[in-house]
């Protein structure tokens, strides 16, 4: 993450709308997230993988939330306008990992998303890369951003640089982006984004990790049956040996 990427705090309302405010809803988490369907099972499956495979493989952490099409609540003035935003993936670093019905970024110390993930469509395409940039830019101040199309594989990323302004993340010789935030690779492979290493290794999914434990299991049975096998005939080559001496008169026992 680059030292310019802070993010930029929460409006504070005066007291009178705040006093206004907790009196309808006391606890700022009761806000309800108010985010439509993902447009099609390629989105779907797409928010489902980034969310799982991300959170199995920080499974032995509790300092990060992930919302996958989730409401961010940023204007506490702005309610009645239903001034929100929400995006279709992001993940915010340092704060504990409780469910949440929304993200409401003044109950939440003015912390905004550390990255966001946008899955663009026919209806969202151009505001993703244009007003929501904007925005993720200039308001939130998203440290990273990145959108792919599941449809036509378009993929993006974009970091805060020096002056504050979104630039390109340069990808790999193998088309991988890396993000700061997550101290892992984006990349597309067999047409959906995943998470990669930092030597470029897919990170698996929780089938792929299962699959991918009985598997070592399997070959550590395998070679425990054929060490138990190889240990068997060397035995009986052995009695077969002592079996010959003792018809030529030799007694293998004796040592001398």
Not at 169 to 187: D, Q
Request: charged share 30%; hydrophobic share 35%.
């Amino acid at each position: 993450m680059t030292a310019d990427a802070v993010p930029t705090p929460a409006p504070t309302p005066d007291p009178e709308t705040a006093r206004a405010f907790a009196e309808r809803m006391p606890d700022g988490h009761a806000l309800n997230s108010d985010e439509p369907q993902m447009e099609t099972t390629l989105h779907q499956r797409q928010l489902v993988l980034l969310e799982t495979t991300l959170d199995w493989y920080w499974r032995e952490r509790r300092d990060y939330f992930l919302g996958a099409n989730l409401s961010i609540y940023f204007d506490h003035d702005e309610l009645r306008r239903r001034r929100f935003l929400g995006p279709d993936f992001f993940v915010v670093r340092g704060v504990s990992p409780e469910p949440r019905r929304s993200w409401v970024v003044w109950e939440e110390g003015g912390r905004y998303p550390d990255l966001i993930v946008e899955l663009l469509s026919e209806s969202t395409a151009t505001i993703d890369r244009g007003d929501k940039r904007q925005h993720y830019q200039n308001i939130f101040r998203t440290p990273e951003y990145f959108w792919f199309d599941p449809v036509h594989g378009e993929f993006e990323g974009l970091r805060l640089g020096s002056h504050r302004r979104y630039e390109p993340i340069p990808p790999s010789a193998g088309g991988l982006r890396w993000s700061e935030v997550l101290e892992l690779h984006l990349g597309v492979t067999d047409g959906v984004l995943r998470y990669f290493d930092a030597d470029g290794e897919l990170v698996p999914t929780p089938p792929e990790s299962a699959l991918a434990e009985r598997e070592r299991a399997d070959q550590a049975q395998r070679l425990a049956e054929t060490e138990r096998e190889r240990a068997e005939a060397e035995h009986l080559r052995a009695e077969r040996l002592a079996a010959r001496l003792r018809e030529l008169g030799i007694d293998p026992d004796d040592g001398a």
